[in-house]
């Protein structure tokens, strides 16, 4: 039998500005612009206690909550969080589909018999992870299809795990208003409500199915269906929106140390690797971020002669960006990214990267060519291989230093 997760962040806007400034956490705060007609797109916890909802006029809001904090959105920041969310679930599986923005099913049958590990296990370790990576709380239902899964997922939030079984279902779903159900919309409730039907058990119910036919029409058996605990509809591999593997951090205190920024983009870089490889993806566009405050930062992308998914090339050219445009102020975020991934399989070119048909290079000596040429056009930098930096700390420090 296959498990499925759906997992959905919690109030994701809200928890992304917090994640960046945590003095907002545990404050009612709303995603919005500073006027009286906004429209508040997304509303922590703490606001949600007063009343406040997504799409509920900014004015109205604070009348019910007078210490109402509005923070601007940052539409950049949760696309970045975004794709950093779903590289980090499918780490834990490739038979991933992206739902939105904030939420996607993932197949974890594999994962979960490989590992010898109980589903709800599986699924604390996915949130655990999701928080102590983004700082950012997820709900996540388990289920044996999609449509249980997603029903799973609304019932405890924020930072719940549901589980719903073939056993359980009825329980579980049944005695639930109609309009709870996933996929019946608010214009239909008062039809099936004028029909005699409240409840999801009451869809469920076959001396209903020709009541309800004419609403469904053609989607009737579909829904009934889904009443009945049952979903056929398969995880869409490749609705995946990856178009990017990357990887930041926020450091503790601000920093303008070049040596310890440098060894902060080491180990961003091989995380970066280790990701794409896992996925096959790979990219010939490599960029950089350095955030000096939440409102200051700088974005420096290259492009190389080469699609790699290589550490030594990553972690070389994140260095060579890093001297192009750092200035020497203090730093609070340094980050690194693949951009444009493409999987290994759909490039319509071979790469020499991978063994292309004529060229007897080996992976190691096409990274020796990258670096030797790098470092004829640069020689001052005097870049080597990360791997062999790890064999020698003395050779490490030199290194870093960058003859300074």
């Known amino acids: ?29 709303v995603v919005c612009r500073e006027s009286r007609r ?9 606001a949600r206690k007063y009343g406040i909802h997504s799409a509920m006029p900014l004015f109205q809001a604070k009348e019910l909550c007078p210490q109402l904090i509005t923070v601007p959105p940052h539409f950049q920041l949760y696309k970045t969080l975004s ?7 499918s780490s834990f599986s490739k038979k991933l589909e992206v739902a939105s923005i904030d939420e996607c099913y993932v197949d974890m049958t594999e994962y979960i018999q490989h590992q010898h590990i109980h589903p709800y296990q599986a699924a604390k370790d996915i949130q655990n992870h999701v928080f102590k990576t983004l700082k950012l709380q997820c709900s996540i239902g388990v289920a044996p299809n999609k449509f249980l899964a997603k029903m799973a997922s609304d019932m ?12 359980n279902f009825k329980e579980k779903l049944w005695h639930l208003p109609v309009g709870d159900m996933h996929g019946i919309g608010k214009k239909t409730v008062p039809k099936l409500q004028q029909m005699g039907i409240y409840t999801i058990g009451d869809l469920a119910k076959y001396e209903n ?21 049952k979903d056929f509809s ?6 995946n929106e990856l178009k990017s593997v990357g990887n930041s951090t926020t450091f503790e205190n601000d ?32 960029s950089i971020t350095l955030k000096y405050t939440r409102e200051k930062s700088k974005t420096k992308q290259t492009i190389i002669d080469q699609y790699t998914n290589d550490f030594d090339i990553i972690y070389a050219t994140a260095l060579l960006l890093f001297e192009s445009i750092y ?26 990267l991978f063994g292309k048909q004529g060229n007897h290079l080996s992976h190691h000596s096409q990274t020796d060519q990258f670096i030797h040429q790098f470092n004829e056009h640069f020689p001052d930098m005097k870049v080597m291989k990360a791997s062999s930096l790890i064999e020698d700390d003395e050779i490490q420090k030199k290194y870093l230093k960058n003859n300074e």
Do not use: C, W
Not at 38 to 46: G, R, V
Not at 83 to 89: C, R, S
């Open 1 to 29: 039998m296959q498990i499925i997760f759906h997992i959905d962040l919690n109030a994701f806007f809200a928890s992304a500005e917090i994640s960046q400034n945590p003095d907002l956490e545990g404050k009612p705060i």
């Open 38 to 46: 906004s429209i508040i797109t997304t509303a922590s916890y703490e």
């Open 83 to 89: 794709q950093q969310f779903f590289e980090l679930i």
């Open 156 to 167: 405890k939030k924020p930072m719940g795990i549901t589980m719903i079984t073939n056993r």
């Open 209 to 229: 199915y020709e009541k309800i036919r004419t609403i469904f029409q053609k989607n009737t058996f579909i829904v009934y269906q889904r009443a009945n605990g």
């Open 234 to 239: 398969k995880i869409n591999y490749k609705k």
């Open 255 to 286: 920093s303008h140390d070049e040596e310890f920024i440098k060894s902060v983009f080491h180990s961003l870089s091989q995380e970066v690797s280790n990701r794409a490889k896992k996925r096959d993806l790979v990219s010939n566009s490599i």
């Open 327 to 352: 200035n020497g102020e203090n730093l609070r975020l340094v980050g690194v990214s693949l951009n444009n991934v493409v999987h290994v399989q759909d490039l319509n070119i071979q790469l020499s």
